[in-house]
């Protein structure tokens, strides 16, 4: 099995920064795409951001400029610096992985999700 388990979340003035990290453990062979997502209350999980295994990133709309995503292969951990906050990000922050146990394929992945953290933007 593997567990992700996320940390970082809070509450922060609008302007102001956060940022959220998501490390993966247990039965792990490689780690492919990893990405972030966030929900808002009332509404549908939407995609923030992703990075592959090769480092190449994507980014929605609404967080160009703002947000990074990077990884840290060694440590198994994918990290998203949030600056500029804006009330409108507001939500629970969800990781997502995509794993491939020790001894299988690359396409022989499987995708976990970490446990969220509530990230709040207010004065």
């Known amino acids: 099995q593997v567990q992700l388990v996320e940390s970082g979340g809070g509450l922060v003035q609008p302007g102001g920064s956060l940022r959220l990290s998501c490390a993966a453990s247990?039965?792990?062979?490689?780690?492919?795409?990893m990405g972030w997502y966030r929900q808002a209350s009332g509404k549908e999980r939407d995609l923030v951001a992703t990075i592959t295994s090769a480092g190449s990133t994507d980014y929605a709309d609404s967080v160009k400029g703002r947000f990074t995503i990077s990884r840290d292969n060694a440590a198994n951990t994918v990290y998203l610096q949030m600056n500029n906050l804006k009330p409108e990000d507001t939500a629970v922050y969800y990781c997502k992985i995509n794993v491939v146990a020790p001894g299988y394929a690359s396409y022989q992945e499987a995708p976990y999700w970490g446990q969220g953290t509530q990230v709040t933007v207010s004065s």
């Open positions: 247990g039965r792990i062979g490689t780690l492919n795409d």
